[in-house]
Structure formats: C-alpha cells, structure tokens
C-alpha cells in the first residue's frame, strides 16, 4: 500500500479468536515523517525522509491496552530533516538554549520494545557541523519521553564549541528539552575534573600529614605513612619501657 508518500510492504494481522490481538512485519520506504507522526502520535517537531522496519505484537481488550502491551523491534534511517524545538548548533557555540530548529543530513536508529516502552540507545545523527548520539525511552502508552541527545563532535571552523547534552523529558506533545549542564561538564571537562580531584585529595593528604606531624615521602600514601609513624612510636615507647 501506499500512504504518507510511502510504499508500505509487510503483513498486518488482526486476530479475535481468543482475545483481540494485533501483530505486524512491516517495511516502509520514503515515509513522510512529519505527517506520520502528526497522525500517529500528535507529534510536529520532527520532519524529514524515513525508510524504516518494524516486527510488533501487542493484546488486549481496548487501544491502551494493546499499546500498553506491544513487543517487537526495528530500525529507521532519515534524511534530509528538521527538530523543531531547540537550536543545537546555538547551544553548542554559546550554551544557550532558546527554541529554534536543528537542521539534520541523516539520522538513524534501531530499538525494542517491551511492555509498551520503546528503547533506543544507538541513535546516530549527522548534522551540518556536528555529530551527535543519543539514547533514551519513549512510553508508547502513557505517551512520554526520556531521551538524552547528546553531540559527540564539532566540525568545520567552530572547533572550541561547547558539546551540551540536551534531556528531551515529559509528555511527547509538549516535552520540557533543556541542556544537561551535569553531562556537559563531564564530556568537556573531564580531564580538569580529574585534575582538580587529585589536587584537592593532595591537599587533604598534606593538611592531615602536618596535623599529625607526618611526612609523605614520594610515591607513599597517606596511609603508610601514617603507618610507618604508628610503628615508630610503639617502638620509642618500648624501648623507654625496658630502659
């Protein structure tokens, strides 16, 4: 069949036999993602080209139930498209997040599905100067999203941008997206958080160290050291003992 200027092949099986059971392998190429979504979930911020595949099987006795229900799995390549909602290249150069649109060449995903719940962790997105992954859930029947998306590297001239990871959290009609400032600091500033880690845990070594009166040699830990001066004061204490 053809719909949403796809052509959509596969089987789609309704079964009443015991029970309403709803199952499906189906492949699609040239979806119109943006009225797909429209349609099928009352989503608009997304648009773009989609070929894609999906093997579902959900039960019940109404809708919810059968979506809260469904298992399967599948993959979805797109090209050519748009998210609407935040303007990652903005947020990247300046850390700031103000709405906007970010513009995609190629996207692609698989997932699975458990329970009504759709996984993803392999999310890969090029854009025009950036790359970026992604990973997170969507709840198909209480119809909300989890998802980190985060870009992984800056090309082209703007090679000191900041990588700001976005959470995309809340109901999927209307999610709160807001940068990730926790993760940002982790993936720019690892190496200065180690740095700043290891120069205060020196600190502390050397404060407790003239506290008690013990030298650190180099390549000693606080710990021998302070064994090392335990054993020393036991052995002046025997000795003046048996003077």
Do not use: C, H
Not at 131 to 147: C, F, P, Q, S
């Amino acid at each position: 069949m053809r719909a949403y200027q796809a052509l959509i092949t596969g089987n789609f099986v309704i079964n009443n036999r015991s029970g309403l059971s709803v199952g499906g392998d189906l492949t699609a190429a040239g979806l119109d993602v943006e009225s797909f979504l429209a349609d099928a979930a009352d989503v608009t911020r997304l648009t773009g080209t989609a070929d894609g595949k999906v093997s579902f099987l959900g039960a019940g006795e109404s809708q919810q139930a059968i979506i809260s229900s469904l298992s399967g799995e599948g993959a979805v390549r797109a090209a050519d498209g748009v998210i609407k909602g935040f303007d990652l290249d903005k947020l990247m150069r300046r850390g700031k997040l103000t709405g906007g649109t970010t513009i995609f060449d190629e996207m692609s995903a698989t997932f699975r599905i458990a329970g009504g719940v759709l996984a993803n962790n392999d999310l890969r997105m090029s854009l025009p100067l950036a790359r970026a992954e992604g990973k997170g859930t969507v709840d198909l029947g209480a119809r909300t999203i989890d998802y980190l998306f985060t870009p992984v590297l800056l090309e082209g001239e703007d090679r000191d941008g900041l990588a700001i990871p976005v959470r995309i959290r809340g109901p999927w009609a209307d999610p709160a997206i807001v940068p990730d400032f926790e993760k940002a600091i982790d993936l720019n500033l690892a190496e200065e958080k180690e740095e700043l880690k290891d120069r205060a845990e020196e600190e502390v070594r050397r404060a407790i160290g003239k506290e008690l009166g013990v030298t650190v040699e180099e390549g000693q830990s606080l710990e021998d050291a302070l064994e090392d001066k335990l054993k020393d004061e036991v052995e002046r204490g025997l000795k003046k003992l048996f003077r």
